[in-house]
């Protein structure tokens, strides 16, 4: 999986998807979801690394069917968080 952290004064957020989903578009029910190197695209970690990551974020964007079972097994998000555009499971996490 690919993570990327931006960390700034106020808050921590976590970009994390499946390897295979970097560079793709996903279209559904008029909903889009652009897997962006940009965004996305930093270092490739294991899940345990990644649920490390996901506990200590405020806010996180989480796309691919590892990387959304690595999110749910630690606790990040519930099942009911999901939402699956063009075939790809897709959840945004946020800490308040």
């Not at 691919?64 to 999110?71: C, F, L």
């Amino acid at each position: 999986m690919y993570i990327k952290i931006y960390d700034t004064d106020e808050s921590v957020l976590v970009a994390v998807c499946d390897r295979d989903l970097i560079g793709n578009t996903y279209r559904d029910s008029g909903l889009k979801l652009e897997v962006t190197e940009e965004f996305y695209k930093g270092e490739l970690v294991d899940a345990a690394l990644v649920q490390t990551a996901l506990l200590e974020a405020t806010t996180a964007n989480i796309v691919g069917e590892q990387s959304i079972a690595a999110a749910i097994s630690c606790g990040a998000i519930g099942q009911e968080c999901v939402i699956v555009i063009g075939g790809v499971p897709h959840a945004q996490m946020f800490r308040v």
